[in-house]
C-alpha cells in the first residue's frame, strides 16, 4: 500500500515556475514508477510525464516537453515535477501516481493523490 500527498501548487504568472512534491509513505516507493498528470475544468485528466522506478527513463506529454522536468529520490520516498515557463493553458489540479510501470495509460497507476492546484494568470 502507497500512499500520496502533493503539494507545492499555487497562484504563479505566466512565465513562472513552481516545483510540485509527492511524498509517498510506505517502504515500497523505489518499486514503483510514479507519474504526474493534470485535469482542467471540464476536461479529462491527462497524461504529464513519468519517471520509472530507478530514475530513467522519463517520458514527457509534448504539451510539456522542454519545459517540466520530474525526477525523484528514493531516499526521501518523493518525487518532484519542476515546471518552468508555465502558460495559462497549463492551469489544472495536478495528481500523483505510482504503479508498477511507466505509461501514459491512467488504469495502470494503482496508487493516486488527492491532486494540488496550479493556477497561471496571463
Known amino acids: 500500500q502507497v500512499q500520496l500527498v502533493e503539494s507545492g501548487g499555487g497562484v504563479v504568472q505566466a512565465g513562472g515556475s513552481l516545483r510540485l512534491s509527492c511524498a509517498a509513505s510506505?517502504?515500497?516507493?523505489?518499486?514503483?514508477?510514479m507519474g504526474w498528470f493534470r485535469q482542467a475544468p471540464g476536461k479529462e485528466r491527462e497524461f504529464v510525464t513519468f519517471?520509472?522506478?530507478?530514475?530513467?527513463?522519463?517520458y514527457y506529454a509534448d504539451s510539456v516537453k522542454g519545459r517540466f522536468t520530474i525526477s525523484r529520490d528514493n531516499t526521501k520516498n518523493t518525487s518532484y515535477l519542476q515546471m518552468n515557463s508555465l502558460k495559462p493553458e497549463d492551469t489544472a489540479v495536478y495528481y500523483c501516481?505510482?504503479?508498477?510501470?511507466?505509461?501514459?495509460?491512467?488504469?495502470?497507476?494503482?496508487?493516486w493523490g488527492q491532486g494540488t492546484q496550479v493556477t497561471v494568470s496571463s
Open positions: 501516481a505510482a504503479g508498477p510501470q511507466g505509461t501514459y495509460y491512467t488504469p495502470t497507476y494503482a496508487y
Open positions: 510506505g517502504r515500497t516507493f523505489s518499486r514503483y514508477a
Open positions: 519517471i520509472s522506478w530507478g530514475g530513467g527513463p522519463t
